[in-house]
């Protein structure tokens, strides 16, 4: 059973939208959820159960947030972000519950196609690069370059992953061709990117 809501989006009855939101056409917000005020969220999103997504908070088109998910004022997304079962964000370095420190939240940027796993905890201030892979229960501590593949608690580099996100095996010449796409990626001074079809020519 759901509600669609403003002709545009659909919502379920129990999810709470505050005033101020800017929801986009095809997005859809499941049981329970809460849409804080002056969120952005981009068009044909998906967001799951018990969701908290506080004030302010920018996500962008085609993201999915699985169920349990909170994210914490100073949070954006880029396009094609998946956010796992559980996962959280942080926003204060070091909270007190009695030491007020709204004015201090830090910002964390996820970057277009990254994946954050179950359960994992992205530490404010960090961001995320494009396609970036976070592995499960992860604990992120530092800036995540493009294509990387973290895991573990703190998290570490393993390896680069492929936009359709597999692992990527880069040979002698710093070059690895994603199984499923076919597509190509260059290693080059310690960053990964996609090798552009004019580039193969």
């Known amino acids: 059973m759901t509600t669609k809501t403003n002709n545009n989006y659909f ?15 095809g997005t859809k917000i499941w049981h329970f959820t809460h849409i804080m005020p002056n969120c952005i969220i981009g068009e044909n999103c998906n967001i799951g159960q018990n969701v908290v997504v506080s004030p ?18 100073g949070v954006t997304c880029d ?7 559980s ?18 939240y830090a910002k964390t ?31 992120v501590t530092k800036t ?9 608690n703190p998290a570490h580099q393993t390896g680069w992953m492929s936009e359709y996100g597999h692992k990527l095996k880069f040979n002698a010449e710093g070059k690895a061709t994603c199984p499923e ?3 190509e990626y260059v290693l080059r001074d310690g960053k990964v990117s996609k090798q552009a079809q004019e580039d193969k020519a």
Do not use: W
Request: hydrophobic residues 40%; neutral net charge; contains cysteine.
């Open 11 to 25: 919502s379920h009855p129990t999810a709470v939208i505050d005033p101020g939101c800017t929801i986009g056409t």
């Open 56 to 73: 302010d908070v920018v996500l962008g088109k085609n993201v999915k947030v699985q169920n349990n998910v909170s994210i914490y004022t």
């Open 79 to 85: 396009d094609d972000v998946f956010l796992g079962p």
């Open 87 to 104: 996962m959280v964000f942080t926003n204060v370095i070091n909270p007190r519950s009695a030491v007020n420190r709204k004015s201090e």
């Open 109 to 139: 940027h996820v970057g277009k196609g990254a994946t954050i796993g179950a359960n994992a905890t992205i530490v404010c201030g960090h961001n995320i690069g494009k396609f970036a892979f976070i592995g499960a229960g992860a604990v």
């Open 144 to 152: 995540v370059p493009d294509y990387a593949l973290v895991v573990g």
């Open 181 to 183: 796409s076919g597509e």
